[in-house]
């Protein structure tokens, strides 16, 4: 059966919805998470764990289920916290991206080309690493810092 397009419009804006209620919910999850479990207390309380289980290693007689226990747990938690770092990571270089972008802009004389460097190809930004050494070493060698790229240099990280 075939819709009309307002209703697959009104399917789509549902599955949209469903979506960005999802990813909204992870994201508050995730940051909440990293600010609970970046604590001295989150600490504590995984060394506490593992004392107790190193505790009741002689009651258990330090079997392979007892082994296996702690390994498992570890293991479930190291793999969550993977998703739960990156998505916070991911957020904060965003954030950061954004308001150094913004510095740039709002900066008379600042060179444009370095908003968004983040989606600049790996040979490119060595290119602009290397001009910025040869900045550097030029601020070192006259004793001043320089306050613009020469023309030369401005090209050739062009290409």
């Known amino acids: 059966m075939n819709k009309s397009q307002p209703e697959e419009l009104k399917e789509h804006e549902r599955e949209r919805d ?13 940051h909440r998470s990293a600010f609970m479990l970046g604590s001295a207390w989150a600490f504590a309380a995984a060394a506490f764990v593992i004392l107790v289980w190193l505790v009741t290693g002689p009651t258990f007689h ?31 270089a965003k954030a950061m991206h954004l308001k150094l972008d913004e510095l740039i802009r709002a900066l008379k004389g600042a060179r444009d080309q370095l908003v968004d460097l ?42």
Do not use: Y
Not at 63 to 89: E, H, R, Y
């Open 118 to 159: 983040e989606d600049l190809s790996d040979k490119e930004l060595k290119k602009l690493e290397e001009q910025f050494q040869r900045m550097r070493k030029r601020a070192e060698k006259n004793g001043s810092p320089p306050r613009r790229v020469s023309p030369t240099e401005h090209s050739e990280s062009a290409h």
């Open 62 to 92: 330090f079997s392979d289920t007892w082994q296996l226990i702690i390994n498992t747990a570890t293991t479930i938690i190291t793999f969550l916290m993977v998703f739960l770092i990156q998505n916070t990571q991911n957020r904060d």
């Open 18 to 30: 469903f979506f960005c209620a999802v990813s909204d919910a992870f994201r508050l999850f995730a």
